[in-house]
């Protein structure tokens, strides 16, 4: 038995397999170059949104999972800012109800001085409880006001969401 001239086709196995995973992670650096330039690019958007930016949105195109995420994170974004710019009309809005009641008193409050100090009587009198009443109603205005701002804040702090019951 001669073992002088023996073929080792293990040693060509080894070799094939070392070319084939070298073509194969080759072939895989562009792949996942492109999945952590689209993962950073939305990282990018998610914190230059969170440092204030809500017009910042994310490029990402594509069918794959992180094109849908993207798509996502724009969704969340563009709901976030049309909330917070609700929330911010809403306060200017609540500021100015608030504020027209307050100057109505106000001014109220500056003719019955006028009144008190002209000194006529009678017609003083009557000026003064329609305007006294008129105080009175902007007070009521202004307290119901405030009272449906304190209903809508505990609304939108709740901790807790809504238990729904039949009765």
Avoid: W
Wanted: charged fraction near 30%.
């Amino acid at each position: 038995y001669d073992t002088r001239h023996r073929d080792r086709p293990e040693g060509l196995f080894f070799l094939g397999i070392l070319i084939i995973g070298g073509v194969v992670a080759l072939l895989t650096i562009p792949i996942a170059r492109r999945i952590t330039q689209q993962v950073n690019r939305l990282n990018l958007s998610a914190l230059e949104f969170a440092n204030g930016n809500l017009s910042c949105r994310t490029n990402i195109k594509g069918h794959d999972e992180i094109a849908k995420l993207g798509h996502s994170f724009n969704f969340m974004a563009d709901k976030l800012e049309k909330l917070i710019q609700g929330s911010k009309d809403l306060s200017a809005n609540v500021s100015h109800e608030l504020r027209s009641p307050l100057t109505r008193i106000r001014v109220s409050k500056e003719l019955i001085v006028d009144k008190l100090d002209k000194l006529d009587q009678e017609r003083a009198r009557t000026d003064i409880h329609r305007y006294i009443q008129n105080m009175e109603a902007d007070i009521q205005s202004l307290d119901t006001l405030i009272d449906q701002v304190l209903k809508l804040s505990k609304i939108d702090y709740q901790e807790s969401p809504l238990a729904l019951e039949s009765f």
